[in-house]
């Protein structure tokens, strides 16, 4: 089992940046693909981007593409979510989250993922 921590969400101006970091511990961090969601108060959880086991397929919701970037680094065991120009309607909890056994193709779906962090906060100010 693997266990994450999210870490680099704060309070940010329209138009700027934040990177997220999402670090795992426990079994081999290479089995897991890796996904990024966010949850905006009143509102359900929404796919943000997903990265898999090698790095070789990286998967963007449409709201964040050529905005955000997913990358991840196996030998440190962390991925990243690098967001820029940041809109208010960006504003949310964020959360990484780790799946073994989800196909490439279906990594946008929530319900496949075994292992989440505990979220952090991005706010941004218009």
């Known amino acids: 089992q693997v266990s994450l921590v999210e870490s680099g969400g704060g309070l940010v101006q329209a138009g700027g940046s934040l990177r997220l970091s999402c670090a795992a511990s426990g079994r081999t961090f290479t089995v897991y693909s890796m996904g990024w969601f966010r949850q905006a108060p009143g509102k359900e959880r929404e796919f943000v981007g997903a990265i898999n086991r090698n790095g070789a397929k990286i998967y963007y919701a449409d709201s964040v593409k050529g905005r955000f970037t997913i990358s991840r680094d196996n030998a440190k065991k962390t991925a990243f979510l690098q967001m820029n120009s940041l809109e208010p309607e960006d504003t949310a909890v964020y959360y990484c989250?780790?799946?073994?056994?989800?196909?490439?193709?279906?990594?946008?779906?929530?319900?496949?993922?075994?292992?989440w962090g505990q979220g952090t906060q991005v706010t941004v100010s218009s």
């Open positions: 989250a780790a799946t073994w056994n989800l196909d490439d193709s279906r990594l946008q779906d929530h319900h496949g993922y075994s292992t």
